[in-house]
């Protein structure tokens, strides 16, 4: 299966400092790549939508200063979180999609997720 | 928001039984999927189920797939303590490019 990395896989800062995060698809190109956040022993929430070469589409809720996300290449997307505070500590995840084998055999594949911890 | 409830929310039974997970849905489904997280691991795909197929094995994996009750189950038989995880159904939500994930099911297999 198609291979993605993310890191760090768990990051400590302190509070009002930023943090990014990295999502790399390896042995695919992805035009799609989706970020997660995860608390703890709940589900994942979408926080957005990363396309290759526009703007993130945003989920409800979700700050779009707050949460910058650049993909500016085929296999690589960032999500920085800016001035980080206590409350975004959390399990941001990303995935990718590979558009390229059909939409209706999409699946996802995962990164390994980042632990944040803002102190 | 969140489409999908799954039950049970934690399930602990012991190693050579079987697991079965339920899921169910709200918006009409291009297909279905299965996902496997270990504690503070990403996600790792198991299975996909179209919408116009009713039951699909993989291994030790049976999940059927119900959409007149919009509803799905995963079967893990002879389960393993290595199948100690968190399961996850998603759906792509009548088409949208992104995955609705349910909440999750917390299995635990006893040695």
């Known amino acids: 299966g198609a291979v993605v990395s993310q890191h760090p896989s768990r990051v400590i800062c302190k509070s009002g400092t930023s943090v990014k995060i990295e999502c790399r698809s390896l042995d695919f190109q992805a035009t799609t790549m989706f970020w997660y956040r995860q608390f703890p022993k709940q589900s994942l929430m979408l926080m957005a939508t990363?396309?290759?070469?526009?703007?993130?589409?945003?989920e409800q809720g979700v700050e779009k200063d707050k949460f910058l996300i650049n993909h500016a290449s085929l296999t690589l997307s960032t999500l920085t979180v800016t001035s980080a505070h206590p409350e975004d500590s959390s399990f941001y995840i990303c995935?990718?999609?590979?558009?390229?084998?059909?939409?209706?055999?999409?699946?996802?594949?995962f990164g390994q997720g980042t632990r944040l911890t803002v102190v | 928001s969140q489409q999908g409830e799954e039950d049970p929310q934690a399930l602990s039974i012991q190693e050579g039984e079987n697991a079965t997970m339920n899921c169910s849905y709200k918006t009409s489904i291009n297909n279905l999927q299965w996902y496997r997280q270990n504690s503070g691991r990403g996600l790792v795909h198991l299975i996909l189920i179209r919408s116009n197929e009713r039951e699909k094995h993989s291994g030790r994996l049976r999940v059927t797939l119900d959409t007149s009750k919009k509803s799905s189950s995963l079967l893990i038989t002879a389960s393993r303590a290595a199948d100690t995880a968190s399961y996850f159904c998603?759906?792509?939500?009548?088409?949208?490019?992104?995955?609705?994930f349910g909440q999750g099911t917390r299995l635990t297999i006893n040695p």
């Open positions: 995935s990718a999609e590979n558009r390229g084998r059909g939409y209706e055999n999409t699946e996802a594949f």
């Open positions: 998603a759906t792509d939500a009548g088409g949208a490019q992104k995955l609705v």
């Open positions: 990363s396309n290759e070469g526009s703007k993130a589409t945003y």
